[in-house]
């Protein structure tokens, strides 16, 4: 069974929607960390605050559900001769 274009129009775009989010999240959280020096003196490591900022941020990065689930069905049940 082929897709119809308003399946794919559908999914394709919440997927671009939710991979931005992810993206937006995950650049954050590197922006933080790529700044610490973890590989040095242990005076040079980040404070505990920093820490558990950083430790909440990675723990909010959450891959997104997709709420278009009859679509999404269609899509995974197309058999790619």
């Known amino acids: 069974m082929a897709l119809t274009a308003t399946q794919k129009r559908i999914v394709a775009l919440e997927m671009e929607q939710n991979v931005a989010d992810l ?28 820490v558990k900022q950083a430790l909440t941020a990675y723990d909010a990065i959450s891959k997104p559900v997709m709420g278009i689930s009859n679509d999404l069905a269609e899509v995974r049940a197309v058999v790619i001769p």
Do not use: E, F, Q
């Open 23 to 50: 993206k937006t999240g995950v650049d954050a959280l590197n922006t933080m960390i790529s700044t610490w020096d973890l590989r040095g003196i242990d005076g040079d490591l980040p404070a505990d605050v920093d």
